[in-house]
């Protein structure tokens, strides 16, 4: 389904840069980013200018190995407006980072993983917004990094894989950054890790559906056949975030669609997932579910599951799917052969259809890592992927 996602788990080695941030921040990190004109409607708070030196250093925290890092970073948090379900205006947020002092050479969009919780998100900046901004900022790229709805400053649940929601988020703050005058006229790259993996092909959609060219996309540990594999493996509960992943979907499609949480789930789970998501608190959250997800759900649902019918919440899953994607940007789905949060038969299968229908799609194995691993060892692929993509478009 998604990741732990960099947020979920705060044990996994990409997130264990969380916990020495702020220290390393706040000791190290004193200057401030220059200041840039913004259109109406948009707001941007300069966070810090991170050196070399200590981008490095905060890399190397998060596990990240065999990256340069080439300039000083400064980070922002960005608030800018979409739209909601209903066409209604929202306020969302997300971290924006430049290379100080020179011209970003593109935009890149990194889309994050499962976050549970509405602060641990990439524009406060966490774990997962900094090692991005360094990763890409910090070698010439001007990095956005969207929270989602539902986080950061945006009110409401998460509409965890709800397409129609997510991907406009993320077209929005690519569009909000472009009008900035930060960014060069070229085509955006667009990278993500888990929920962000789909999050990234979703906007890959909607860019290529109104013409708009998009420079690749690498999509690591991402469910891509949600109705079909990840979430029938999320059912049976082999990896223990299964139940927070199908509860967290539950939570917020049942908010989104406008159902009661008690048509999916039983009574005493509904009022207990309440209670858990509202606190935010991702290990309480697990702490609390059953390891066998089935004893969540209500006989309705189970019923139906089980025997092909109709539900609500397994339409929805169906409306999230990417299986029939067919991009015209080269694509490529890293995953790790050990992964049991989602499954690298996901990436397999999925690369493998979209090349039959002449699209440029690889799966790429990074190795016999779990999922939050799978991050770090793919990250220095995407970097020298990307860097590849460009040298051959300028030839």
């Keep these: 389904m998604s990741g732990r996602g960099l947020n979920v788990v705060r044990g996994s080695a990409w997130v264990l840069a969380i916990t020495l941030t702020a220290v390393v921040i706040t000791t190290l990190a004193q200057a401030k980013p220059p200041g840039i004109a913004t259109p109406e409607g948009v707001r941007l708070t300069p966070l810090s200018t991170i050196s070399p030196l200590k981008a490095k250093i905060l890399l190397r925290l998060a596990g990240v190995e065999g990256l340069p890092v080439r300039y000083s970073v400064d980070t922002y948090r960005m608030e800018y407006s979409s739209r909601g379900k209903n066409g209604e205006p929202v306020q969302l947020s997300g971290l924006l980072a430049l290379p100080h002092g020179v011209a970003a050479r593109r935009l890149v969009s990194f889309q994050h993983g499962t976050s549970t919780t509405r602060t641990a998100v990439p524009s406060k900046p966490d774990g997962t917004g900094l090692a991005s901004a360094i990763i890409f900022a910090g070698n010439g790229y001007a990095l956005i990094a969207p929270d989602y709805p539902g986080l950061g400053v945006s009110t409401g649940r998460h509409p965890y894989y709800v397409a ?203 190795g016999p890592v779990e999922h939050n691993p799978s991050m770090l060892a793919a990250a220095p692929m995407i970097l020298a992927w990307m860097q590849e993509l460009e040298a051959t478009k300028s030839r």
């Design 164 to 366: 129609a929601s997510i991907g406009p988020a993320v077209v929005d703050m690519i569009e909000v950054t472009e009008r900035l005058g930060v960014v060069p006229d070229v085509p955006v790259f667009l990278a993500g890790f888990s929920e962000g993996g789909w999050a990234s092909l979703q906007a890959l959609r909607l860019l290529e559906a109104r013409g708009d060219k998009v420079m690749g996309v690498a999509s690591v540990a991402g469910p891509i056949n949600l109705s079909g594999i990840s979430f029938p493996a999320a059912m049976k509960g082999r990896a223990k975030s299964h139940s927070l992943y199908l509860a967290y979907a539950a939570w917020g499609q049942a908010a989104y669609y406008g159902h009661s949480l008690d048509s999916v789930l039983t009574a005493n789970y509904a009022a207990t997932v309440e209670r858990l998501f509202a606190s935010g608190k991702p290990k309480a959250i697990i702490d609390g579910l059953p390891t066998d997800p089935r004893a969540m759900f209500n006989d309705a649902f189970l019923s139906a599951y089980d025997n092909g019918k109709y539900h609500w919440f397994i339409q929805a899953f169906s409306g999230a799917n990417l299986v029939d994607l067919n991009p015209r940007a080269p694509l490529r789905l890293f995953y790790g052969s050990a992964d049991v949060d989602v499954s690298p038969q996901d990436s397999i299968t999925a690369a493998a259809a979209m090349r039959a229908k002449g699209a440029d799609v690889l799966s790429v194995d990074v």
